[in-house]
């Protein structure tokens, strides 16, 4: 299962902007220490056409979830 939380690509429509001091600043709506799993949108596309060549590489994969079994 392929399941992304983000996409690091959405960073290139909106950008730093600067603060009252000048300082550039990526304000998102997430608390400063809300973990964020990211990944690059060719990235995943790899990995995503790696799997459906070669399945049985990954249905035995000793990380899979118990609640995709």
């Known amino acids: 299962m392929l399941r992304p939380a983000f996409f690091i690509d959405n960073y290139a429509f909106f950008g730093p902007t600067p603060d ?3 300082e550039l600043v990526l304000a998102q709506a997430l608390l400063p220490e809300t973990r964020l799993q990211m990944i690059a949108v060719q990235d995943i596309g790899v990995f995503a056409a790696n799997a459906f060549d070669r399945p049985e590489a990954y249905l035995a994969a000793p990380w899979r979830s ?4």
């Open 20 to 22: 009252e001091q000048g």
């Open 66 to 69: 118990r609640a995709t079994s």
